[in-house]
């Protein structure tokens, strides 16, 4: 008998929805107006949300604590700047981490005049002092290493982000890096099956109480995204 790791999935069709005319935002927990009493925050996970801007717009939000805020383009890029004085771009294939205390404001904007961009905002609870927050821009090369979670860094290495694109059938053993860790798996791209549950494009799960994780890529040059975190 298959011994079942506890878990919750959260479906791409049962996520928060906001949409005008140059905005769509799809909020994977509890986000603005949109709250539910069964999208809480996974343990310091508080925020992950997929957004797509019209060519020219941008959004503006502010921190209401501290958090690590990763800014992941899927489609296209996103500049970036902040009240702290901090500016950015990145692109597809990048990504921006970044440590930034309560009370600080964040632009995200599309740098085309016409074409839509894409891109994930994921923001997680410090529980340890801020040292440095100057944003990093870093690539990530998910072609050349197919098959394999590529790891993504960041100023807060209690945190561990890693990225793949898979073969269909290639499965992969993600081991935790520490006990009493949780997981937080998010399909991109295609479909997997992770720890015996079926996930398609846009599907997480939190996984707990385990101390590693199976998953298996059921579409060609699907793309899962790995977050670990103490709980």
Known sequence: MIQQTKGKIFLSD?????????????????????????????????????????????????????????????????????SLGNTNIAEAGECQVSSLPKGTTIQIANPYKNELVNFLQIWIKRT?????????????????NKNR?????????TVKYSIGKYAGREEVVYHFQKPGNGLFTFVIEGAFEVQYRLL???????????????????SNDAIILAIEFPL
């Open 200 to 218: 398609h494009a846009r599907d997480g799960l939190a996984l707990w109480e385990t101390g590693e994780a199976e998953w298996e890529a059921l």
């Open 14 to 82: 049962d996520r928060g929805h906001n949409e005008m005319d140059w905005f769509r935002s799809y909020n994977t927990f509890n986000f603005g107006k949109y709250q539910h009493e069964h999208k809480t925050p996974f343990g310091p996970l508080y925020v992950l949300n997929d957004d797509t801007l019209a060519g020219g717009k941008n959004l503006t939000m502010t921190l209401e604590e501290d958090f690590d805020v990763l800014l992941l383009p899927v489609v296209g890029a996103v500049s970036y700047k902040d």
């Open 128 to 144: 340890t002092a801020i040292v440095d927050t100057n944003p990093q821009v870093q690539a990530f090369d998910i072609n050349s």
């Open 149 to 157: 979670q590529v790891p993504i860094s960041t100023p807060n290495t």
